[in-house]
């Protein structure tokens, strides 16, 4: 009788499914602290959520057709403002990272105006020219930033389930805003670009403008996802600029399945999962040349996945998903025949 | 103030890295040019040539300059099999694409160069390795002038075998129209494999080249691929003499910066360079309109 029930809601429109399936999600990861309470649990779960601001944003922006290969520039001065305003002003943290977010807008404004106009490959070079020549700044200016020897950030809410629960009403109201703006006018101008920008341009729709929204939401949600990750690692240094923490994002949108909503969401959690969990069977593999194997295989297996997936299922993870959902539905319309 | 045996030293340093970069940014522009296809992954072929020069260096005992040549065709073979396995199978389709597959190739590059080799920084002994020129007060290490001059004949050599051959020939007509190269009886496909291991092949010299003037380790390749890049930005997508140019003046600049301001200045001077360009010139220094 009860999967009836659920199987009815299936069939019915699937915009009010899509709500469903949203609102179960969320409700599960508030009460996933129920039932997995350790400690390690938790920083797991809060680094999914803090990932999934992140990885969205950068969604954002390569749903408006630009891949960013420096999206760690923004994280970090996002990261770095909020932990700088607290150390020397002693702004809130609450407070400083949406100033945090704000002045990685404004510098994402800036790079946008150059970004816009480039080409797929162009921007990836500059986006991920502007990551270095931060990291440069940043150490350059030391006796500002503390940034090569790096410095304990202010904690923002006790670690643990405060931490979570604020991580994860953050990601979801990131994830709602960025939905409603893919419903939008401007995610259909961001759509219509990402297919073919010189037709976009030629149905009256003002590319530029819209690359920059891109650049501007994506950059404030990048930055608002460093000030959160700067207090939850309650220390920062230069090393949040590492190419690594630009491809992140990437690796998570693209395996979960790019300019998605869900394949973000989908991506940061199996990555997570995989950095958090599989060190635990480091031990049991051979050490060649005096290092662990461990962490260098994984990292090979997911350039492996990487590749695959962009060759075989370039709509990610999330699409076979979607496939069983489509062919559940389907079959039960057959039984009602 | 730089003095000039400082300022001599200085510029051949720099034209030794950039010969470097200007066999990268050779291979890059005619993967560019003729598939159309951007691999940031290129600078790991590089980084495994060097490997594979020093496996050979080590295990058999081939003098270093030998090693280039078998570390050519050992990185050409390589690129064959990547091209097939990989590139074909997203080449037309989205550009952004090829970005991804190339981030997936780095990871799987790196990661294997450390499961084989290990992390620790290597270096290939060239039996030259104390041997330098005294130019007034600046000396130079005679294997800068051997990069140099092995660039050199590589280039020579490339060009040839652009101008004058068929296979280039073929090259040329499927970089300018490849739908009618392939009507006028080509096969670009093999064209395509052709010119990747060719690209492959300049990089594997890169990298024991590399490897003979610096330490490598195995994340050595993504900066001198995204610096390549610039280059070829900077001196025009598809002109090789424009790559070569570019890549000398880049890498004297590039030192220049280095003892001017101060070595973490290295890789952020280029970048600002080239984001200053491209917000002049959107297309490139040399690039055409609406490429």
């Known amino acids: 009788m009860f999967t009836k029930d659920i199987f009815s809601w299936m069939k019915q429109s699937t915009k009010s499914a899509k709500f469903y399936i949203f609102a179960a999600s969320a409700l599960f990861a508030f009460i996933i602290p129920l039932f997995f309470s350790d400690s390690l649990s938790i920083r797991v779960s809060t ?41 020397n002003l002693d702004v809130p943290p609450i407070i400083g990272i949406f100033i945090g977010a704000l002045f990685s807008a404004v510098i994402g404004f800036l790079i946008g105006l150059t970004c816009v106009r480039l080409k797929a490959w162009f921007l990836g070079m500059v986006t991920f020219g502007f990551a ?99 207090h939850f690692l309650r220390y920062i240094r230069v090393s949040i600029f590492t190419p690594a923490n630009s491809f992140e994002p990437l690796m998570m949108s693209v395996i979960g399945g790019l300019g998605t909503i869900e394949g973000p969401i989908i991506g940061s959690i199996m990555l997570v999962a995989i950095d958090s969990y599989l060190p635990n069977i480091d031990q049991l593999l051979p050490i060649v040349h005096g290092t662990f194997v461990g962490p260098y295989l994984r990292l090979l297996g997911l350039g492996i996945f990487l590749v695959i997936v962009v060759i075989f299922l370039p709509k990610g993870v999330s699409s076979l998903l979607r496939k069983t959902y489509k062919y559940l539905r389907s079959s039960l319309k057959e039984d009602k025949k | 103030m730089i003095d000039s045996s400082t300022l001599i030293l200085t510029i051949m340093w720099g034209a030794a890295i950039g010969c470097i970069y200007v066999l990268l940014a050779t291979g890059l522009n005619l993967i560019f040019g003729v598939m159309k296809l951007v691999n940031f992954a290129h600078g790991e072929l590089l980084m495994i040539g060097a490997y594979i020069g020093f496996t050979f260096v080590t295990a058999l005992g081939v003098n270093v300059y030998l090693a280039v040549l078998l570390s050519m065709g050992v990185v050409a073979l390589i690129g064959i099999g990547v091209e097939r396995l990989t590139f074909r199978r997203v080449l037309g389709a989205e550009k952004l694409n090829e970005i991804f597959v190339s981030l997936g190739l780095i990871l799987i590059f790196d990661n294997v160069a450390v499961l084989l080799w290990g992390d ?158 491209l917000v002049l010139r959107p297309e490139g220094l040399f690039g055409k309109r609406g490429e």
């Open chain 1, 47 to 87: 680094l999914m959520a803090l990932f999934t601001i992140y990885a969205s944003s950068w969604n954002l922006l390569a749903t408006s057709g630009q891949g960013s290969l420096g999206h760690a520039a923004f994280l970090g001065i996002g990261g770095f403002t909020s932990s700088l305003l607290a150390l």
């Open chain 1, 132 to 230: 270095v020549i931060t990291e440069t700044l940043v150490s350059h200016f030391d006796e500002f930033t503390h940034g090569v020897m790096g410095f304990r950030t202010a904690p923002l809410v006790p670690l643990g389930l405060p931490f979570y629960y604020l991580a994860l009403i953050i990601a979801i109201s990131c994830v709602i805003i960025i939905y409603y703006i893919m419903k939008s006018k401007i995610g259909l101008a961001f759509r219509a670009i990402h297919q073919n920008e010189s037709e976009a341009k030629m149905v009256g729709i003002n590319t530029a403008k819209y690359k920059l929204y891109a650049f501007v939401i994506s950059t404030f949600i990048a930055g608002l996802a460093g000030g959160l990750y700067a």
């Open chain 2, 120 to 277: 620790k920084s290597k270096r290939l002994i060239s039996p030259f390795e104390n041997l330098s020129l005294n130019l007034g007060e600046a000396s130079i290490r005679v294997d800068w002038l051997i990069a140099i001059l092995i660039v050199i004949i590589i280039l020579i050599a490339l060009l040839f075998l652009i101008k004058k051959t068929k296979i280039g020939m073929a090259m040329r007509a499927t970089s300018q129209r490849g739908q009618t190269s392939m009507l006028m009886g080509i096969n670009i496909e093999r064209i395509y494999v052709l010119t990747f291991a060719l690209g492959a092949a300049l990089a594997g010299a890169a990298g024991v080249l590399y490897g003979i003037i610096f330490p490598f380790d195995p994340y050595v390749g993504s900066l001198p691929t995204i610096k390549a890049f610039a280059i070829i930005i900077l001196g025009g997508l598809g002109s090789i003499p424009g790559a070569v140019i570019g890549g000398l003046l880049y890498g004297i600049a590039e030192q220049i910066a280095v003892i001017t301001l101060g070595s973490i200045w290295r890789d952020a001077v280029a970048f600002a360079v080239l984001i200053i360009v």
